[in-house]
C-alpha cells in the first residue's frame, strides 16, 4: 500500500480530512514505535511507504520497549496530533485497521502480541471480519 492509500483510508475511516489523518497516523505510529521493542519497530517499518517509516524512527536506543497501556498511549497520540481523546481514540484504530491492510504475513500478529490485554478496544476492530475499507467508500 502507498502513502497516500495508507492516509485516504485512515482519513475515511476517521470520517476527516487528509490533514488530520496525517496528523493521527504520525501520531499513532510514533506512540506505537515507542511501545515496540527496537527489533519490531525495524520489521514493521519495512514493510511501511517511506515516508511511514520516517515517523516510526527505529534507532539503537528503542531496542527496549517502553511499557505503558492503552490509556497511556491514547493520551500520548491525544499529545501528538492536537485532538481529543476521543479522537485520538477513533484515530488509533483507524491506523491500526489500516495498518493491518498495508502491512504482510504475519506482522500485524507481531506487532499485536507485544501489546497487552487493555489495547483489545484499539486493536480488536482491526482483526474483526469485515474491517477492511470496502473499495468506493464506506
Do not use: C, H, W
Not at 519497530?41 to 515516508?51: F, G, I, W, Y
Not at 481529543?84 to 502491512?103: H, K, M, P, S
Not at 500478529?109 to 476492530?125: A, H, I, S, W
Request: negative net charge.
Amino acid at each position: 500500500m502507498n502513502y497516500d492509500t495508507f492516509i485516504d483510508q485512515v482519513a475515511q475511516r476517521t470520517r476527516g480530512s487528509s490533514e488530520r489523518a496525517v496528523a493521527l497516523t504520525s501520531a499513532t505510529l510514533e506512540t506505537l514505535a515507542e511501545r515496540l521493542t527496537g527489533g519490531e519497530v525495524l520489521d514493521l517499518a519495512a514493510q511501511l511507504p517511506k515516508p511511514l517509516q520516517v515517523v516510526l524512527k527505529p534507532s539503537p536506543r528503542t531496542e527496549a520497549a517502553d511499557r505503558f497501556g492503552a490509556a497511556e498511549f491514547i493520551a500520548r497520540v491525544a499529545l501528538r496530533a492536537d485532538v481529543d481523546e476521543t479522537a485520538a481514540r477513533n484515530g488509533a484504530r483507524a491506523v491500526f485497521t489500516t495498518l493491518r491492510e498495508a502491512i504482510t504475513g504475519g506482522e500485524f500478529d507481531d506487532v499485536m502480541t507485544q501489546l497487552p490485554r487493555d489495547y483489545r478496544e484499539m486493536v480488536e476492530p482491526a482483526m474483526a471480519p469485515g474491517a477492511t475499507l470496502r473499495r468506493g467508500g464506506l
